[in-house]
C-alpha cells in the first residue's frame, strides 16, 4: 500500500516535499518511482529511486530542481521539489515496481498511489 501525502497550492519558484509512505513487500527491495499526470495529459515519469542501493534517475525537466530519497526509518519515500513551475501543476503519483526493472517507464511499476494534487500558481 502506498501513500502519498504534502501537495498543496504553491507559488511559481516555490518548493513542495511529498511523502510517500510504504509498507509491506515494497520497502527495502523494490524501485520506487514518481510520476504525475496533468489536466488532459498523460501520466509522465518523474523520478525514481532503487531502495536498495539508493540509485536515482531522473526526467529531464526536473533535473537539478527535484531530488528524490528514500527514509529506511520510515519507509518512506521522499520527493523534494524546488523551483516550481505553473506547468507542473498535476496530481502526482508514488509508484513501486518489483526488482529487475529499470523503474523508468509506466509500464515497469505495478502498485500505485492514490495521488496528491500539486497545483503551481500566484
Known amino acids: 500500500r502506498l501513500v502519498e501525502s504534502g501537495g498543496g497550492l504553491v507559488q511559481p519558484g516555490g518548493s513542495l516535499r511529498l511523502s510517500c509512505a510504504t509498507s509491506?513487500?515494497?520497502?527495502?527491495?523494490?524501485?520506487m518511482g514518481w510520476f504525475r499526470q496533468a489536466p488532459g495529459k498523460e501520466r509522465e515519469f518523474v523520478a525514481r529511486?532503487?531502495?536498495?542501493?539508493?540509485?536515482?534517475y531522473y526526467a529531464d525537466p526536473v533535473k537539478g530542481r527535484f531530488t528524490i530519497s528514500r527514509d529506511n526509518a520510515k519507509n518512506t519515500i521522499l520527493l523534494q521539489m524546488n523551483s516550481l513551475k505553473p506547468e507542473e501543476t498535476a496530481v502526482y503519483y508514488c509508484?513501486?515496481?518489483?526488482?529487475?526493472?529499470?523503474?523508468?517507464?509506466?509500464?515497469?511499476?505495478?502498485?500505485w498511489g492514490q495521488g496528491t494534487q500539486v497545483t503551481v500558481s500566484s
Open positions: 529511486i532503487m531502495w536498495s542501493t539508493g540509485s536515482t
Open positions: 509491506g513487500r515494497t520497502s527495502g527491495t523494490y524501485t
Open positions: 509508484a513501486a515496481a518489483p526488482p529487475g526493472r529499470t523503474g523508468r517507464y509506466l509500464y515497469d511499476y505495478d502498485y
